[in-house]
């Protein structure tokens, strides 16, 4: 029963992804790491988001802005590997806590988008980017800094949704494999190809339907719920880096 239940959420994950444009991670995250081990399951989720939005990129790929998407990777790529390097050598704690209180930043300025000006220009691009390639790799949870872009920067949910799998690839093609050289990533004893297998196709499920949904979900529902998505994604850090557990 209980990799029935890990199948079903890398459905949802996968068709959340597919709809809002981000929220593979933060769906699982907590399942994987619960099933898994912390470690082991956060890598897995590194993995499988890369199938995810290798696939979504696919499916989506005629709204895609390939230039921003160069510029998010170009900002992005550095700073994952000096996390990943930070996380080797300082208190996880502390590391929380200070991601924490960006991602929450970030939630802020999404949310309040309306009220501030309009960015424009490489600053902003280059210092969202690599806030979230510095939160994939910590928490595999990069949502509040790409939608505080998308909202700041007024851009719109249908390129902002397809444009962000590209770089979620490049993301977890720098995460994973850095991970790995640098001894943060084992292999679950509850791995077995079999079920990297059924998690792969539940990944493909996911994103069909997501397509499907795409045309019926309005893109102020899709755009609220990236928002909505990127707050409850602080919740469980913060809680982490004060408490020791959520």
């Not at 898994?36 to 989720?45: A, K, L, Q, R």
């Not at 709204?63 to 990943?84: C, K, Y």
């Not at 292999?187 to 045309?215: H, Y």
Request: glycine share 8%; aromatic share 10%.
């Amino acid at each position: 029963m209980d990799i029935a239940f890990v199948i079903l959420m890398t459905i949802l994950g996968a068709c959340v992804q597919g709809v809002a444009g981000m929220g593979f991670g933060l769906v699982l995250a907590p399942v994987f790491v619960w099933y898994f081990g912390s470690i082991d399951g956060i890598v897995m989720v590194n993995i499988l988001g890369l199938v995810n939005s290798t696939s979504l990129a696919v499916m989506l790929r005629k709204d895609i802005n390939w230039p921003v998407v160069g510029w998010f990777i170009l900002a992005q790529t550095p700073a994952i590997v000096i996390t990943i390097l930070l996380l080797s050598v300082l208190p996880i704690k502390i590391l929380e806590i200070t991601l924490g209180v960006l991602m929450l930043a970030m939630v802020a300025a999404a949310v309040f988008s309306f009220k501030l000006p309009r960015l424009h220009g490489k600053t902003p691009l280059f210092c969202f980017a690599a806030l979230a390639g510095a939160l994939s790799a910590a928490v595999a949870q990069a949502g509040s800094a790409v939608t505080a872009y998308a909202q700041t920067t007024r851009w719109s949910q249908r390129e902002f949704s397809a444009s962000m799998q590209p770089v979620f690839v490049a993301m977890n093609l720098v995460v994973v494999p850095t991970k790995y050289l640098t001894g943060m990533a084992g292999v679950s004893e509850k791995l077995s190809w079999g079920i990297i297998g059924l998690l792969v196709l539940a990944v493909i499920t996911g994103n069909f339907v997501s397509i499907v949904l795409r045309k019926i979900v309005k893109s102020s529902w899709a755009r609220n719920l990236a928002v909505f998505l990127g707050l409850v994604g602080v919740i469980p850090v913060l809680c982490r880096a004060c408490f020791g557990s959520c």
